[in-house]
Structure formats: C-alpha cells, structure tokens
C-alpha cells in the first residue's frame, strides 16, 4: 500500500466559492463506520475520474478510513483517500491476450485485497461486475461486498460486440455473491436484468453538482443553434447515429452548427465521416477537453444530446441541466426517472438516424426552451453532497 493524500478537514465546507454552499454539517464521530472502507475498480478513462472522485469525497465523510484499489489508465490525482494500491492493467492485443491481461488484473487486485485486511466492507465500483476472481477472494475473506454498478458491462458489451457471453456469465455470478447491489435508480433493475435480486438493491448516486462549477451564465436566447455531444466515442454512446444524422439536420436547418467533444475508438472513423461529407464547417470534433472547462463549452450549446445505446446515469446530462442546457437523450438507464419528456428535457423515441434528425429539430423549435432549461436547473439541485452521503451511510451500515 501507498500512502495516501492529505484528508480534508472535520466539518470543512464542499464548496467555497460563490451564493450557493452546499454545507455539509460533518457527521459526529459516533455516527461514522469505524472499520475502514476500501473501493475496488477496474480500469478507469477520462470520463470515470470525476464519478470516481465524488465517491471517495462522500466515503471520507462516512468513514475516518478509504482505502483504494485502482487500475493505472489514468493518473489519480486530486483525490483524498488513507492508502491505495496502483495495478498496472495492459489492454488491447488479440482475444488470447486481453483475457491474459484482464487474468493478470485481477490476481493482482486479489493480492491488494489481501493486504487490505482492516477493511471489511468493499465497494466494487466502476467495472466491478467483471472482478470475479477479486470477488470470490472477498467472500472466502469474509469481507462484505457492495457492488455499486456505474453502467451496465453485459449492455455495453453486447452494444460493442465484446465478449458479450462471456462478461454476461460473469456478470451474473458477482451478482448473485455480492452482498448487496447499488444501483442509480428503479429504472434500471428491469433494464439492467436485476428483477431477480430486488431483495438486495438500494439506490444511491455519487453525482454531485456544485452550483459553483457548473451553472447557467447564458440565457438561451443568447446562444446560437449550437448542438453539444460530450461523452466517450464508442458504440455504446450511439455517436456514430447522431454524426450520420447531421446532413439530414442540415438539408433542414442550415444554421445549426455541432461540437463533439470527447475520444475513444471511434475518433478515426467519425473523422473520416466528418472529412467525406464536407462536414467540417459545421461539425466541431474537439478531442477531450478538461473536466473544468465544460461549463463554458455547455453555456454555448443551445441542446445536448446523448443518443446512447445503454447508460446509468451520465453525469453530463446533469451538468448540462445545472447550466440551463437542455437535454436530449434516449431513454434508457435512470433518464426515464430522471427527464420528464418536453418538461426538463427531451426524450428521444430512439436512437435511429431518423429519430435523431427529428427530436434536434423539434428541440431547436420548442417554443418553451427557456421553461425547459429553466426546470432542468430546479431538478439537479436535488443531487447535493448532504443527499448522497446520507443514502450511502444507511447502505453501508
């Protein structure tokens, strides 16, 4: 184990800056767990530091003691937890080599698991429901597993044609050992395949927005039929549809201009897409862009569109609706519990090409955008610190 960064003052305040403090009122000591929690992932891209750093925030104030376990995609850094232990993980290669490599892993987080001996409850986080090898050595441990699902790997591998029989088989086994599930919303329990183990789910969310970092500074009367994309470009997302859907846009609405924002696989493809259509002039492929800089980026677009595939909860369409974006995404995962169609966001029918052209047009058209953004606003304000530090302190206890 690797020492850990500095912990945050008792009792200091989440946010600092600006009218609206979130407060947080610091737990009596009493009231905390007094064993040490360890948080287990896999491996973690870009998208994943921020939901991965509001996890460990709302632990430090449920617990004196966080212990992480994390793959090295990314450089962890900014975060405040007591020790960790870094697992180097190598990906790509032929099949033979990335079942090698997700093999390695895991032996490896078996072995930080093992010296993680004052921690008896776990949470596997993002990726968690693949460990099976760090599971099955938790349970014969006697450690209490809590596995706390960001998305849903069985989806995102069917959508990616990844495995999908064999991360399914897996998925099912750490479902039935896991001790108890977390999940975002109801939604989710049909859609993800988890009706059968309703009698161990709860339903918490690590999303936290700060009224500091991401807020509206332009109405939308003042912004231009700019259409927004911010998320990975890979399949699962449903990039590819809203790209292709473009020229369809355009033979109706010549004035509405897109920025992507993001990486992934699909980079080189969507750019050839971009280059033979001529898309150039109103197609904005801006790469990944830092965390801190979205708020600019999301008071800019007149809409935000998320056509995925399959999703839990993207935390940019919180983030979009905390800066009086509207939002318009397909809905699956927790957007059915979260978007009240044509209220506080736009619903998609589908995903398709088709559906895609008409609900960017309707949203461009919708008379009531300013009531709908307004709404949006009023509905992140429910995701403070406070709420989810109190749902994931009754789960763990």
Same mark, same amino acid.
């Given at each position: 184990m690797k020492s850990g960064k500095t912990r945050s003052e008792p009792g200091k305040k989440r946010f600092e800056k600006g009218k609206n403090h979130l407060e947080l009122e610091n737990p009596p000591e009493s009231e905390k767990i007094s064993k040490p929690i360890g948080l287990v992932t896999y491996t973690i891209g870009k998208a994943g530091l921020s939901p991965l750093q509001d996890l460990i925030e709302i632990l430090n104030e449920i617990t004196d003691e966080v212990c992480l376990? #994390?793959?090295?995609?990314?450089?962890?850094?900014?975060? $405040?937890?007591?020790?960790? @232990?870094?697992?180097?993980?190598e990906g790509g290669g032929?099949? +033979?080599?990335?079942?090698?490599?997700?093999?390695?892993?895991?032996?490896?987080?078996?072995?930080?698991?093992?010296?993680? $001996?004052? @921690?008896?409850?776990?949470?596997?986080f993002m990726g968690g429901e693949i460990l099976i090898l760090p599971m099955l050595v938790s349970k014969i441990l006697g450690k209490k597993?809590?596995?706390a699902l960001a998305a849903s790997q069985k989806s995102m591998s069917n959508v990616n044609k990844d495995f999908f029989r064999f991360?399914?088989?897996?998925?099912?086994i750490n479902f039935y050992l896991a001790d108890e599930i977390i999940v975002y919303s109801q939604n989710l329990v049909?859609?993800?395949?988890?009706?059968? !183990?309703? !009698?161990k789910i709860s339903f918490a969310s690590q999303h936290i927005i700060d009224p500091d970092k991401f807020y509206k500074f332009k109405e939308i009367s003042q912004r231009e039929n700019q259409i927004g994309y911010i998320g990975r470009l890979s399949p699962e997302k449903g990039v590819l549809n809203l790209v292709k859907a473009v020229p369809l846009i355009l033979d109706e609405r010549k004035d509405v201009? +897109?920025?992507?924002?993001?990486?992934? $696989?699909?980079?080189?493809?969507? @750019?050839? !897409? #971009?280059?033979? =259509?001529?898309?150039?002039? =109103?197609?904005?492929?801006? &790469?990944?862009?830092?965390?801190?800089?979205? *708020?600019? !980026?999301?008071?800019? +677009?007149k809409v935000l569109i998320l056509p995925s595939y399959t999703e839990g909860l993207p935390g940019v369409i919180l983030e979009a609706? @905390?800066? &009086? *974006?509207? #939002?318009?995404?397909?809905?699956?995962?927790?957007?059915?519990?979260?978007?009240?169609?044509?209220?506080?966001? +736009?619903?998609?029918?589908?995903?398709?090409? =088709?559906?895609?052209? =008409?609900?960017v047009i309707e949203a461009l058209n919708y008379p009531e955008l300013n009531r709908v953004s307004d709404n949006g606003i009023q509905t992140t304000r429910s995701f403070t610190f406070n709420e989810a530090i109190n749902k994931y302190k009754n789960i763990l206890r």
């Open positions: 376990i #994390v793959t090295k995609d990314q450089e962890i850094k900014d975060m $405040k937890f007591d020790s960790f @232990a870094e697992i180097d993980h032929n099949p +033979f080599k990335r079942f090698l490599n997700i093999f390695i892993t895991q032996m490896r987080i078996c072995s930080a698991i093992f010296r993680m $001996k004052k @921690a008896e409850n776990l949470i596997f597993v809590f596995l991360f399914s088989f897996i998925c099912d049909k859609e993800w395949d988890l009706t059968r !183990y309703e !009698y201009k +897109f920025t992507v924002i993001g990486d992934g $696989k699909l980079m080189p493809e969507i @750019a050839e !897409y #971009v280059t033979c =259509n001529r898309l150039e002039e =109103n197609l904005d492929l801006k &790469g990944w862009v830092d965390h801190q800089e979205l *708020t600019g !980026y999301l008071n800019e +677009f609706m @905390a800066c &009086g *974006t509207p #939002v318009l995404i397909t809905g699956v995962g927790s957007m059915p519990d979260i978007i009240d169609d044509h209220v506080n966001g +736009f619903l998609l029918k589908d995903n398709s090409v =088709n559906s895609i052209k =008409n609900g």
